[in-house]
């Protein structure tokens, strides 16, 4: 939440921040704000709204300087308007700071300030830190670095931050706190940012900062630091991806880029893990923590939203191929009911950014009591990434669109190697099985892209449904998650209501909602349920329910039933499973765009959720 980007260097900053902003608007997009310096002001403009809103309104003002950093929230304290809008400056003057994350504590350091006569425009609790800072600065007399560092070492709670101070001119001081912040190394030159993306384009050399950690950078040097003032020499690592995988690529939206993608991304995740040839999945990241994965008591699955739906089909998936007891739990649920864990139990956390502030407090529980903490995460570098034992990369690309599509997939793809990979190592699947399971998993990326070729007829379904107020999707076992997930794309983006449910718990409840308007999304693919999801497709339809199902190709008995069928490959295993998300990715996306909304950014909803 919040999208962060500095720069100093012989450039512009003004463009550059702007760009790099719009690349971060995936992380909030309710104001948006800049401070450039051209080392005789600071000059500060902030606006609600867009990024696109905030350079309307830069049109003809002074945006001169090499030196500037740039903001767009995702309001926490205080509504979104232009004063609460970073940058932030202190009541003095002498501080300019923007932040990512929560100040804890800000009410008491608020009051404290009050007592000192320190006054208050803004409803943040980033205008306090400020303030905290500049009073540090000037009654402690000490420098810009000291004044931010003393004052961190007040704060409790998440920050990822940049400060300028209108005395020390020529550099940055950026710090982290379980807020993502990345140091990009140029030439004679240095970038900040949330993530990669708003500097990949012009240096592949990064430092992601450490929790409490803070950075002093000017023109020619980077000096890392703890807060409590231990000098730390940084590792630089390489970014494995492109700028234009970051770009919407000739696509309409970045999250229909992301739904196209998902063959290409799914090969990224199996390339180099699965071989065929020698009958064998090798997870690197995995090696170290085998013993314990394959005497694990239980496996528990973290995550939050999308991430926590791809965990319930691994669930079924390990459970179905390796007969390893597992349960699935919301993060921020287990982090705060005391869950009962011992180092017999293997937790694994699914991210897309490693960056959600609960999966990331359930995993620090998880490891305070001995549980083995392994990752799946996206975002290579994240701090889920780095706070986790082991852990294996999905490789999806950026993931800009907030909804997540490729993210699903690919967590799904991890999912089902660690199932396979685990179920031959305890001798729960035969040779033969087992090579028919990888080559299923080997034509996913070839079956989803032909599952694709029908969004011409998805399009056409979402037509005649665009104007529903509520819509229900149901599945059997796998395919209950997938429910789940649908049914999530479809409120997130379009703003319906909709809801996922298992298929058979239909009768005992959501049954009375049927009528002739409800369109019922139901996924009956011919494997073992087939014939019980037959059954459910005709209680719907006696009560005059619209169906549209998603059927194997060529099947003849659901198409004589339900209003609408949209098709995919057929699987003979639960690995296919993640196939059938693709055409109700698709109906979310189209009858979105029918009714005028902002796939790529919904209302209220931002991608990293870094804040509980
Ligand atoms: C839904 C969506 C969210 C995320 C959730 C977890 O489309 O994107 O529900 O899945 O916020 O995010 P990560 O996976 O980054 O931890």
């Given amino acids: 939440m919040c999208g962060i980007v500095g720069y100093i260097g012989e450039q512009n900053a003004y463009p550059i921040i702007i760009n790099g902003l719009k690349k971060l608007e995936y992380r909030g997009y309710d104001s948006a704000g800049v401070a450039i310096n051209n080392l005789k002001n600071i000059n500060v403009y902030k606006k609600k709204g867009k990024v696109s809103d905030l350079e309307a309104f830069t049109k003809g003002k002074d945006i001169s300087g090499t030196i500037g950093m740039g903001h767009t929230r995702w309001a926490t304290h205080g509504v979104p308007n232009d004063v609460n809008a970073h940058p932030h400056t202190s009541m003095n003057g002498k501080f300019v700071i923007i932040h990512n994350g929560i100040i804890e504590n800000f009410a008491v350091l608020k009051k404290k300030l009050v007592a000192r006569n320190y006054t208050f425009k803004s409803e943040t609790d980033t205008e306090v830190l400020a303030d905290l800072i500049e009073y540090i600065y000037l009654f402690g007399k000490v420098n810009a670095e000291t004044a931010v560092r ?96 970051a770009e919407k690529g000739g696509y309409r939206d970045y999250m229909l880029k992301e739904i196209y993608e998902q063959p290409k991304s799914i090969l990224e995740t199996i390339r180099g893990r699965v071989y065929e040839n020698e009958n064998a999945i090798k997870l690197g990241g995995l090696l170290d923590v085998m013993p314990k994965l394959l005497n694990a008591r239980r496996i528990i699955i973290i995550g939050c939203g999308t991430s926590w739906h791809a965990g319930l089909v691994g669930e079924y998936l390990i459970e179905e191929y390796a007969r390893i007891p597992v349960e699935v739990e919301y993060a921020s ?75 699903f997939s690919t967590q799904v793809t991890v999912l089902a190697m660690i199932a396979l990979l685990l179920g031959k190592c305890k001798y729960m699947i035969g040779q033969q099985q087992y090579h028919q399971l990888l080559t299923e998993l080997l034509s996913i990326p070839e079956k989803i892209e032909h599952t694709l070729q029908s969004a011409a007829k998805v399009e056409e379904v979402a037509k005649l449904y665009k104007d529903s107020r509520n819509f229900l999707y149901l599945g059997r076992g796998c395919y209950y998650p997938v429910a789940l997930e649908g049914a999530l794309k479809l409120k997130e983006i379009s703003y319906i209501h909709a809801e996922g449910y298992p298929a058979a718990e239909m009768k005992h409840g959501p049954i009375a909602l049927i009528d002739d308007k409800m369109p019922v999304v139901v996924i009956a693919t011919q494997d073992k349920g087939y014939e019980k999801i037959v059954n459910n497709i005709q209680e719907i339809k006696a009560r005059k329910g619209k169906i549209i199902a998603i059927v194997s190709e060529g099947d003849t008995v659901i198409s004589k039933m339900a209003d609408h069928v949209l098709e995919v490959p057929k699987f003979d295993t639960a690995i296919g499973a993640i196939t059938t998300i693709v055409p109700l990715q698709l109906l979310s996306y189209y009858i979105a765009i029918m009714r005028g909304c902002n796939v790529d950014q919904p209302r209220n909803l931002a991608k990293s959720v870094t804040v509980e």
Avoid: W
């Fill in 150 to 245: 003393l004052a961190l070492n007040k704060v409790i709670g998440a920050y990822g931050l940049v400060v300028m101070c209108t005395d020390e001119p020529d550099k940055l001081i950026c710090a982290r706190n379980s807020s993502p912040l990345v140091i990009g190394y140029g030439d004679n030159e240095y970038f900040i940012a949330s993530d990669a993306t708003p500097f990949v384009q012009y240096t592949k050399k990064a430092v992601y900062l450490d929790n409490q950690n803070l950075a002093v950078i000017t023109r020619d040097s980077v000096t890392v630091k703890t807060i409590k003032n231990d000098v730390i020499n940084p590792d630089i690592q390489q970014i494995d991806f492109d700028s234009d995988e």
């Fill in 333 to 407: 649920e287990f982090r705060y009911r005391n869950p009962i864990l011992t180092q017999d139990d293997v937790v694994i956390a699914i991210s897309q950014s490693g960056e959600t502030a609960d999966t990331l407090a359930a995993i620090q529980l998880a490891k305070a009591a001995k549980a083995c903490v392994i990752g799946i995460c996206n975002v290579v570098g994240s701090s889920i990434s780095r706070e986790t034992d082991a852990g294996v990369y999905t490789h999806a690309g950026p993931e800009i669109g907030v909804a997540s599509t490729k993210a």
